[in-house]
């Protein structure tokens, strides 16, 4: 969905590096939040925040970290990157009124 | 706490035959349900959701989904399968509180020609 986008689409890091994705959305939406996808695992929720002022820690939130810096960009940290943090990161976002959620095209960490 | 299972994580099917993917959730209270397709290298896109309302829920591409409460579950249906219904497919609920949704671990579909 081009309403959220995600920078970068992929990224290739070395342990021990400090890395940071950015989603930016133009729907509006006051709720935003990030997953990882693994094989085998379907999403997991990482944070969300339900607005500026809100940040809520999700099933797996050890070793992340995320700001949010406007109700229109949520970015997620990883503050010493490790091998087991390779993934496809998804930021998604959504309007209570409506339920579902809509999500960006996704990051693709390596982390070596 | 939610939870969702899709006890199948691949389903093949041949083309123009009927297909269903299985999902069953655990919530408190009436659930709201979703499904959502991923094709590779691609996000998730919504396909449909139950809120309240008739049971049987229509959604894009022709795909159709069931809720049955007293089985608590919530199978995506197509009466008529295309090969580019080949994706992975996400089953997800939350409850009728502020909460995030939860997703199944995905069942990925392979419609053969």
């Known amino acids: 969905d081009a309403d959220v986008t995600q920078t970068p689409r992929n990224r290739i890091t070395k342990t021990g590096k400090r890395i940071m994705l950015e989603c930016s959305q133009t729907k509006g939406h006051d709720r935003m939040y990030w997953y990882r996808q693994d094989p085998g695992l379907g999403l997991r929720l990482i944070y969300y925040?339900?607005?500026?002022?809100?940040?809520n820690k999700g099933e797996i939130s050890d070793g992340y970290s995320v700001s949010r810096q406007a109700q229109a960009k949520f970015s997620l940290s990883l503050e010493s990157a490790i091998p087991n943090q390779t993934a496809l990161y998804f930021c998604?976002?959504?309007?209570?009124?409506?339920?579902?959620?809509?999500f960006g095209p996704g990051t693709r960490l390596t982390v070596l | 706490a939610q939870s969702v299972a899709q006890p199948e994580d691949q389903v093949n099917v041949a083309e123009g035959n009927p297909l269903t993917v299985k999902c069953t959730y655990s919530v408190s209270g009436n659930p709201y349900l979703f499904w959502y397709v991923q094709y590779p290298n691609r996000g998730l896109q919504f396909l449909l959701k139950?809120?309240?309302?008739?049971?049987l829920v229509k959604g894009s591409y022709g795909f159709e989904a069931e809720f049955n409460k007293s089985q608590t579950s919530f199978h995506l249906k197509k009466p008529s399968a295309l090969v580019s219904d080949s994706a992975l497919y996400f089953c997800a609920v939350r409850d009728r509180g502020n909460t995030p949704l939860v997703f199944g671990k995905g069942t990925r579909l392979s419609v053969i020609a």
């Open positions: 139950y809120i309240t309302g008739d049971n």
């Open positions: 925040s339900f607005d500026v002022k809100d940040i």
């Open positions: 998604a976002t959504s309007d209570p009124d409506r339920n579902e959620q809509f």
